[in-house]
């Protein structure tokens, strides 16, 4: 009897464990879109009836966007191996090794790094939406829109830091330049 | 015989004919070969080319060369060193050096900001895509609506 007891009290622990686990998994794996709009049956019925233009707007835009990251992409590479990195290497080599400018340097290799990433993260999900099925699934296929922007607005958020930086490293540069005065630094 | 001789000749004559008209089905064959090589190889040349101006001209070469991974042919390297400026890693750092490293920085600046609002929101904006504003909700109607009015209250 005290044995059957003793392995009821078992048998609902370990149910009560697994309960709990299965519990937590669960709210790690299902997306909780709680902040996500619900549409009225205007906005889902434009979403159903436009689907075919809207999925050729996309890809459209999958391609500017690729277009404006090789371009982007270039820039910065060159911005770093012609100007930043020369400049950086050039002061330690008159023994006038820049605090700021090294600083900023490493920022901008990290931000770089951030903004390839970024766009990996957008892309993949704007590819995730071109293939959602739009005229079937609005509703979905606009909370997939909604984390399309916030990627997106992350990635330009990104674009706005790396341009900041080289605004700064240009700052600090002119005001060496302004130093310097004229006279020969080496 | 006559008629064995006929028989006799006739064979060696036939086997001589026949042979010339292998070696020329053998020729004709080659040649049909040949062309056969040629032309196919044409079509594919052709095929590909069209592919690839295809893939060039609809933009789709730049998701690939928008991939993270991606590092540029040699020849656009080359071209890209002709024609930008390099800030060098030794000499003295005077004035009218700092001075001239200024002006490439705000010329390639330039060409970043060239690109007017990268990745901005509005291509993915509800107006873009034709989706209607969401109706604002009717106000609820106020108690005081929903009660009869009461002259003694």
Redesign the interface.
């Known amino acids: 009897m005290v044995y059957n007891i003793c392995m009821l009290r078992k048998a609902t622990l370990l149910s009560a464990i697994t309960a709990t686990v299965a519990f937590v998994l669960l709210l790690g794996v299902v997306p909780v879109s709680a902040d996500s ?1 619900i ?2 049956n ?2 889902i019925g ?2 159903s009836q ?1 689907c075919a ?2 999925k050729q ?1 996309l890809r459209a ?16 590479e ?2 770093l ?3 930043i990195t ?2 950086d ?3 330690i ?2 023994n ?1 090794p820049n605090a700021t400018l090294t600083t900023i340097h490493s920022d901008i290799i990290e931000a770089r790094q951030q903004f ?1 990433h970024d ?2 993260v ?2 993949q999900k704007l590819e995730e939406l071109i293939t959602h099925d739009c005229q079937n699934d609005p509703q979905n296929f ?1 909370h997939t ?1 909604e984390d ?2 916030a990627k ?2 992350t ?2 958020k990104s ?1 706005e830091n790396i ?1 900041r930086l ?2 700064d ?2 700052a600090v ?2 005001k ?2 302004q130093n ?7 | 015989m006559p008629t064995n001789e006929k028989l006799v000749a006739n064979p060696d004559t036939k086997s001589a004919t026949d042979e010339l008209d292998e070696k020329q089905k053998e020729r004709r064959g080659s040649r049909n070969l040949t062309i056969l090589g040629i032309v196919s190889t044409g079509i594919a040349i052709l095929t590909t080319a069209v592919s690839l101006i295809i893939y060039h001209n609809s933009g789709d070469i730049y998701l690939d060369r928008s991939r993270p991974g991606y590092l540029p042919d040699k020849s656009e390297v080359q071209v890209q060193a002709e024609s930008s400026y390099e800030f060098s890693v030794t000499g003295p750092l005077t004035k009218e050096v700092l001075d001239e490293y200024i002006k490439h920085f705000e010329e390639e600046l330039n060409v970043i900001d060239d690109l007017e609002k990268p990745f901005s929101e509005e291509p993915l904006s509800d107006k873009s895509f034709g989706i209607p504003e969401p109706k604002a909700e009717e106000p609820a109607e106020s108690p005081a609506e929903e009660q009869p009015y009461y002259w003694w209250y």
């Not at chain 1, 835009?61 to 910065?76: E, I, K, M, N, V």
């Not at chain 1, 310097?180 to 080496?186: L, S």
């Open positions: 709009t549409l009225d205007d906005q434009a979403i436009n233009t809207i707007s835009l999958q391609r500017t966007d690729a277009r404006t990251r090789s371009y982007l992409g270039s820039a910065y060159r911005m191996s012609d100007f020369p400049m290497l050039r002061l080599n008159v006038q390839v766009y990996t957008y892309s606009y829109l399309t922007r997106r607005a990635l330009e674009t341009r080289l605004a490293h240009l540069v002119k060496l330049e310097t005065g004229g006279a020969n630094a080496n």
